[in-house]
């Protein structure tokens, strides 16, 4: 028998799996010294068992963002702050909000570059569950000739 206004739920998410990664990421902050010393942050995507969408957006431009996803840790992680020298084999994000794709316990990276100093304000937001501010962080460029 067919009633109106009975809808069925699973335990988790209605069906369409969890798409809120538990724990809440918390990206530190990203940096780049004189064209030399990138400080870069990561953090794991836990809790969810359907791919989600996260929007990267910056309060100004004037310089270059990019993220690479990682199936395990990376060997250059040190308690979630990356010292790296490169952003070979990194995505350079290309315009403004970005939309990226992640799964369950994957890692995802951010970094930054540029030659002018500035400073921005950086906000992930998860477009699969409700456009939901996730993490703010800051980038800053230092460069001094």
Not at 21 to 43: E, H, L, Y
Not at 73 to 100: E, R
Not at 107 to 120: E, M, N, P, R, V
């Amino acid at each position: 028998m067919f009633k109106v206004g009975v809808v069925s739920k699973s335990v988790g998410g209605g069906g369409g799996g969890d798409v809120t990664p538990n724990p809440t990421p918390n990206w530190a902050d990203i940096s780049f010294f004189n064209g030399q010393f990138p400080i870069v942050a990561v953090q794991q995507i836990q809790g969810i068992t359907s791919t989600i969408n996260l929007e990267v957006s910056r309060s100004l431009g004037g310089f270059t963002m990019y993220y690479k996803i990682d199936t395990s840790a990376p060997s250059w992680t040190n308690g979630g702050v990356i010292l790296d020298i490169s952003f070979s084999g990194w995505t350079q994000i290309i315009s403004f909000p970005a939309v990226i794709n992640v799964s369950n316990n994957q890692y995802i990276s951010f970094g930054c570059s540029g030659l002018t100093t500035t400073s921005a304000t950086v906000t992930v937001k998860n477009n699969s569950d409700s456009a939901i501010t996730l993490d703010t962080f800051t980038a800053t460029i230092t460069f001094e000739e």
